[in-house]
């Protein structure tokens, strides 16, 4: 036996400069994650298979977002070549963890929020995808339901 101390994922993410989130697991099985946008809080769903982070339609007034047409077809979900938007210039904060300047494309949820409704789970405001999990560096801890950002 040796008298090393041993670290714990936690400890050793915290000690690089990370911050942890509390996840909270669905009856469907996802992650969700309370993220705020332009100063407004939502709820999100915490999807690494989806490339691009993203808002539903009815969430434009909500977040204050400022949208362009966008030629982006977005497809994921059951569902192929939806129109989509763009809105460009958006403030993230989730957690301690906060970037400026984040794009997010806005389509429509309703197929994403009646399937997780059916299940008896919260409809939510959009996804956050593996474009934010990137510039974050995200790391997620499964079993403890954490997922960690560099700060």
């Not at 915490?46 to 400022?66: M, N, R, W």
């Amino acid at each position: 036996m040796s008298d090393e101390k041993t670290f714990s994922l936690k400890d050793f993410l915290l000690n690089k400069g990370y911050t942890k989130v509390k996840l909270k697991l669905t009856k469907t099985n996802h992650f969700e994650i309370k993220t705020t946008i332009n100063g407004v809080k939502g709820l999100f769903i915490l999807d690494t298979g989806a490339s691009s982070s993203c808002v539903g339609f009815e969430a434009i007034e909500t977040f204050k977002l400022k949208v362009k047409d966008s030629e982006i077809k977005a497809a994921g979900a059951g569902a192929i070549d939806m129109l989509t938007q763009i809105s460009k210039k958006n403030h993230i904060k989730i957690g301690k963890w906060q970037k400026e300047k984040v794009p997010l494309i806005l389509f429509n949820l309703t197929h994403v929020n009646t399937a997780l409704t059916s299940h008896n789970a919260q409809p939510v405001d959009g996804i956050i995808g593996a474009d934010i999990l990137k510039k974050a560096k995200g790391i997620i801890d499964y079993e403890k339901k954490y997922l960690y950002l560099k700060l």
